[in-house]
């Protein structure tokens, strides 16, 4: 019964911006860390952005000062958004919740799609 459902993927141009949800289902949302990952076609999925309970966050550094993950824990929902946009952000948007205390404890969402084109 544990769900993560991703929305706010889209089309947007060079610059602009877009805000990535992902909610969960299931869980005590409050003992997960939450990050987002991303895969574009023919590479690796990587690592964008984590955020603890606490609020704590770390980026990647090709994200760093235009992406920005944060999360309400009243809402059981993590965000991401994506400012200053670039074709090269172009891919499919993870996210990921994990537990703290196991690292066999992992579940991901389904994906949305960013696409940055003009």
């Known amino acids: 019964q544990v769900q993560l459902v991703e929305s706010g993927g889209g089309l947007v141009q060079p610059g602009g911006s877009l805000k990535l949800s992902c909610a969960a289902s299931g869980v005590i949302f409050t003992l997960y860390s939450m990050a987002w990952y991303r895969q574009a076609p023919g590479q690796q999925r990587e690592w964008v952005a984590s955020?603890?309970?606490?609020?704590?966050?770390n980026y990647e550094d090709s994200v760093k000062g235009r992406f920005t993950i944060s999360r309400n824990n009243a809402k059981n929902t993590v965000y991401l958004q994506l400012n200053s946009l670039k074709p090269e952000d172009t891919a499919v948007y993870y996210c990921?919740?994990?537990?703290?205390?196991?690292?066999?404890?992992?579940?991901w969402g389904q994906g949305t799609q960013v696409t940055v084109s003009s």
């Open positions: 990921k919740m994990y537990s703290p205390y196991s690292v066999s404890t992992e579940y």
């Open positions: 955020i603890a309970s606490s609020g704590a966050s």
